[in-house]
């Protein structure tokens, strides 16, 4: 059985990400296709294939996590609706997709787009967007400076 992707402490890059922040329950990555500014991943620190596996405090603080980071990119990047996914068909660790979109993106109304081609940035443009989303994180004393 192949290593989880998400497991292992201080996982500082995904195939499809770049490590933001360690939270209590999760850690929370940077999608590396940014058609949709500051799209994010936010995964579980325990190997669990589902929420409700989690124990009840891990669950609470789970989706506590998920709805600070959630606020937080929505204000952040002015979006009209957060789209959440949640798969795991293939790695079966519980990780969560969110995607801030706007009236104006291309798929308003219906599904997003998944790993397109025309939405990858520079490593410094990473970088920044790294800092900015830690920023506002921190200046919501969601994450110590």
Known sequence: ???????GAGREELPTGIKICELTYSRLYLFREQRYVGRCLLASKSHVPEIYDM???EQNGFLAELTAVS???QELYGADKMNFLSLGD???HVHIH???KKISDPEWGGM???MEKDG???EQEYQNRIAEIRGALERRGFLRP
């Open 1 to 7: 059985m192949p290593e989880c992707i998400f497991c």
């Open 55 to 57: 124990p009840p405090e």
């Open 71 to 73: 606020r937080t990119l």
């Open 90 to 92: 293939t790695i079966g």
């Open 98 to 100: 969110i995607v801030p």
């Open 112 to 114: 997003f787009r998944f």
């Open 120 to 122: 990858y940035l520079s």
